[in-house]
């Protein structure tokens, strides 16, 4: 498993994947990543440790993620951050939350007290099909609601079900409402939802544009951010 990266094509950063205590939902019915959570603190840390030491500020920039939220992540891990990005002059945090952290964001601000970019994963704004099909437990009705919490969601793309429709929404709101966003092409994994190629090939045809969008990340594959497996 890939756990640090550069990102070098848009928003150039460095990410680290960590690991963390188990997701407060783990129910969402496209995800298999809560098999890295764990519940071994001391563990947790050992491997959070090696990866941190990784960082070197090169564009002072940082992105975090887990396979959950970042409340998950162990207070010890979060001090090492915070100890990094003060002696990397890093000045901009990428972070990732569950929906029902909403009113704790401001706990990370403080705490970091640098610029937080958070990303939440949606997946899309249709309600029925994120909360009832994915069963994301994320119930904003709009996303000027999300809007108030968040700054960039993601989007997920390319799940036998979804519809054309309900995509053309998705990419019209996070080009018109969000600052940030990225969009994940579904990769098949140990759950049961399926990929639907043809939905796939559809969407890159008519909106490969977005590539040149510097707001809007696609990973075509879900390590294009050079983490995971
Ligand atoms: S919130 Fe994220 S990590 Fe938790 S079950 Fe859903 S997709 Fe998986």
């Known amino acids: ?106 706990e990370m601000r403080e705490f970091f007290n640098i610029p937080i970019i958070f990303k939440i994963g949606v997946e899309t704004f249709d309600y029925d099909f994120r909360n009832d099909f994915l069963n994301k437990n994320a119930k904003f009705k709009a996303p000027e609601e999300l809007k108030e919490y968040f700054d960039s969601p993601c989007i997920m793309v390319g799940i036998k079900g979804q519809s054309k429709e309900s995509i053309d929404k998705d990419m019209e709101i996070i080009q018109n409402i969000f600052t940030h966003s990225t969009v994940n092409i579904f990769t098949p994994n140990t759950s049961k939802l399926e990929r639907d190629g043809e939905l796939i090939k559809w969407f890159i045809d008519k909106y490969s544009f977005l590539d040149k969008n510097p707001n809007i990340e696609i990973l075509y594959n879900n390590t294009d951010f050079g983490v995971g497996d």
Do not use: A
């Open 1 to 106: 498993m890939d756990r640090y990266s550069i990102i070098e094509n848009k928003n150039h950063r460095e990410i680290v994947l960590l690991k963390g205590f188990p997701c407060v939902w783990g129910k969402c019915s496209f995800c298999d990543y809560i098999l890295d959570n764990s519940t071994n603190e001391e563990e947790i840390n050992e491997i959070n440790f090696n990866v941190l030491s990784n960082i070197t500020g090169k564009y002072k920039v940082l992105e975090v993620i887990n396979s959950g939220s970042c409340f998950e992540i162990p207070r010890k891990t979060l001090e090492k951050i915070k100890e990094i990005i003060d002696e990397k002059g890093i000045e901009k945090l990428f972070l990732e939350s569950h929906w029902c952290y909403r009113n704790r964001l401001n």
